[in-house]
């Protein structure tokens, strides 16, 4: 069973300093990987998807990276602003299943 | 494309009472996923169906929960009768051959 886990659970940053989520998962038998940003009491928005033969993937300041060998992944996200603040989840496509299994979500506050 | 549509946004009913919530996927996807969303549990995945088919029940909590796909433009998820734990947001998503997109979400309150 397909297991996703995010680090940390929640990050405080001041406003303009780089960051990095991660994401790991314990089946490396993925079909991709995908990032999305919730804001409270709001629905979630797909930031980046990563196919299994991709490596990285870039939308403006963000960047994701996939290491399918060792479950991982990272979200990293330039000179952050505070409407950059939201929860940001991970979530995985294993297999030839369509369904996605998602971490817990790490919450991140960017400060003035 | 106006998204993945769900109504009510907001439901608040009785315990005991029939709750219906609603999905309109985006037009041309094949599959439509039924999530629902806690602070205990995060996101939990309830159903999913291909091309108007259920494929995956496992993650219905209860037989009080029942979903149907009549067509390929409509959803449902039921709920009879409602519990207090039944409370949370209910998320419908459609997905074709890659990325999900998710609706906003039906935050349902029973007391």
């Known amino acids: 069973k397909q297991e996703v886990t995010q680090i940390p659970a929640a990050l405080s940053v001041p406003e303009g300093e780089n960051l990095v989520l991660n994401c790991s998962f314990t089946?490396?038998?993925?079909?991709?990987l995908q990032w999305f940003r919730q804001d409270p009491g709001k629905g979630l928005t797909s930031l980046l998807l990563?196919?299994?033969?991709?490596r990285e993937q870039t939308s403006g300041r963000l960047n994701a990276s996939l290491d399918k060998s060792s479950g991982r992944s990272t979200l990293y996200i330039a000179a952050s602003q505070p409407g950059d603040s939201a929860t940001y989840l991970c979530?995985?496509?294993?297999?030839?299943?369509?369904?996605?299994?998602f971490g817990t979500g790490t919450r991140l506050q960017v400060t003035l | 494309d106006a998204g993945v549509i769900q109504s009510p946004r907001h439901e608040v009913t009785e315990m005991g009472q029939e709750v219906t919530l609603r999905c309109k996927p985006i037009?041309?996807?094949?599959?439509l996923f039924w999530y629902r969303q806690t602070m205990m549990r995060g996101l939990e995945l309830l159903i999913y169906?291909?091309?108007?088919?259920?494929?995956?029940d496992s993650g219905m909590p209860e037989d009080r929960f029942s979903a149907k796909m009549p067509n390929a433009s409509f959803s449902t998820l039921k709920i009879q009768p409602s519990e207090p734990r039944d409370s949370a947001v209910y998320f419908c998503?459609?997905?074709?051959?890659?990325?999900?997109?998710f609706g906003s979400g039906t935050r349902l309150t029973v007391v």
């Open positions: 998503a459609s997905s074709f051959l890659s990325g999900y997109t």
């Open positions: 089946d490396s038998a993925i079909y991709n």
């Open positions: 990563i196919q299994s033969s991709q």
């Open positions: 979530a995985v496509r294993t297999g030839t299943a369509s369904k996605l299994t």
């Open positions: 037009s041309g996807h094949d599959y």
């Open positions: 169906f291909n091309n108007n088919v259920p494929i995956d």
